[in-house]
């Protein structure tokens, strides 16, 4: 079988994902859709900080901004997942008046996302806190939050880091993905240009220095298996899980010191300027990536 035949027939529940796309995907439509999305959420966003900033008066305002941005407190935390409302917002509303088409169409079957999202989500997230026990025994690893407190923050915690991923999943694996795919069948295309935008936003010299790259390109190796599993299931129900896990483990679990590590149990407390201690760091965080990937399909049989 040719890699084109294999490739269809991994990939069979993609047509329909992207067929309501068809209408209006016009190359114009998809370029406008995208710089409207990038200008109305920073437009949302910033208008609501400069509004907070009028209302809360410059100290508290500064001390909101600073905990906002650190996102190394509990409260920091909820307000950073806060802030990805505006780009949901920005991608249903482009959706609906660029391309005069539902909401939903970027989601894919509403039974289908909320089956795969909880026979992905359920699973991994099991599998990280059965994993816990080995990830501490690192010497780099340490208490940070007390269980206490985690689990006093989790019901308003949980439903906005489901808020978080699930704006940028209906960016980039829902509306970049469509608007792609329905003009190119080739993965490179589809997958590969919003894993590469996904994986230039996070891009953060300021955090990793010279390393920045490598944090880059774990984002959007990320993308790519995310946009692997859209492809295969023919909804965001999966990537959404598969999301949502990780970044309970990356969060809530095990976070980096000093990187939106304010609801983190415990921390990984390395220098992320020096490549000796994040390589390692970032290679078995990318293994156990492909692990959950791998336990993602064998639960979806995809």
């Known amino acids: 079988m040719s890699v084109e035949r294999h490739l269809r027939a991994e990939y069979a529940a993609l047509p329909r994902f992207v067929a309501p796309a068809a209408p209006r995907a016009e190359l114009w439509r998809s370029l406008v859709g995208t710089v409207l999305i990038a200008l109305i959420y920073a437009a949302l966003l910033y208008g609501s900080l400069a509004a907070l900033a009028v ?56 039974p289908r996302v909320a089956r795969d999202f909880l026979r992905v989500s359920l699973p991994l997230v099991a599998l990280w806190i059965a994993l816990l026990p080995l990830t501490t025994a690192s010497p780099d690893v ?30 980039f694996r829902g509306y970049l993905l469509q608007q792609l795919a329905i003009r190119s069948r080739a993965p490179w295309i589809w997958m590969g240009l919003p894993s590469i935008l996904f994986g230039a936003l996070h891009y953060a010299p300021s955090e990793f220095g010279a390393n920045a790259f490598w944090p880059a390109l774990w984002a959007g190796i990320f ?39 304010g609801l983190s149990l415990y921390t990984v407390v390395i220098n992320t300027r020096d490549a000796s201690q994040l390589l390692p760091y970032l290679a078995i965080d990318f293994a156990s990536i492909l692990v959950a990937w791998l336990v993602a399909r064998l639960m979806l049989r995809v």
């Open 55 to 110: 209302g809360m008066g410059e100290w508290r305002f500064s001390k909101m901004l600073y905990a906002l941005v650190s996102a190394s407190t509990p409260r920091g935390v909820l307000m950073l997942f806060a802030t990805f409302l505006p780009m949901a917002i920005a991608a249903i509303f482009v959706t609906r008046m660029v391309h005069d088409r539902p909401s939903g169409t970027l989601f894919g079957p509403a």
């Open 142 to 171: 340490g208490k940070s939050l007390p269980l206490r407190q985690l689990l006093a923050w989790l019901p308003l915690a949980l439903p906005l880091l489901a808020l978080q991923i699930t704006a940028e999943e209906l960016v």
């Open 223 to 261: 993308g790519c298996l995310a946009a692997d599993l859209t492809a295969r299931t023919g909804s965001l129900g999966a990537a959404m899980g598969f999301h949502f896990a990780t970044n309970v483990s990356a969060i809530f679990l095990v976070g980096l010191y000093g990187n939106l590590d």
